[in-house]
């Protein structure tokens, strides 16, 4: 494979939590018993719903989560724990693979190679992190037994 060919399948790779992720987790939300309310405390408002729903929670936000209600019963809130994405760290492969090529190539580029890696890495973490891809929230799926008053 040539430097060029390498450098496109790169930058097509980057920000590989934004591809793979997107900006937004769905988070399935189910109560027993149906019929609560949901209030999703995650970046903008958004419109109630009831269970068994999905809500949206956007991944760019510090502080997520929702209150479970229901009349009769006593309101639960559950906080969503936001840690790095595994896909986040695929953009390690940009100074990896730079190195790799350079090292291949037997060449007084080879660091040359490992900076052109290592800049559209840099991108690809960016791009993560503005878009909030790199984060991925736990738990991944609500499920509550509700409380009676």
């Known amino acids: 494979m040539n430097l060029k060919t390498f450098i496109a399948v790169l930058m097509f790779a980057q920000g590989c939590a934004t591809v793979h992720n997107g900006r937004h987790q769905e988070v399935s939300v189910v109560t027993d018993p149906a019929g609560a309310d949901v209030e999703v405390r995650c970046g903008r408002k958004q419109p ?11 991944r760019s936000v510090d502080d997520c989560s929702i209150v479970l209600t229901r009349e009769g019963f006593q309101p639960e809130t ?3 724990d936001p840690t ?8 390690l492969a940009g100074p990896i693979g730079g190195g790799t090529v350079g090292a291949t190539r ?5 660091f040359v190679d490992f900076l052109i890696g290592a800049a559209i890495g840099g991108f690809g973490f960016g791009l993560d992190a503005i878009t909030g891809a790199m984060w991925e ?3 991944d799926r609500v499920e509550r037994k509700l409380v009676p008053k």
Do not use: K, M
Request: aromatic fraction near 16%.
């Open 48 to 58: 109630p719903r009831v269970t068994p729903t999905t809500v949206r929670l956007p």
């Open 78 to 80: 559950v906080v969503f």
């Open 84 to 91: 790095p994405n595994r896909w986040y760290w695929a953009n």
């Open 106 to 110: 037997g060449s007084d580029q080879a």
């Open 137 to 139: 929230f736990a738990p």
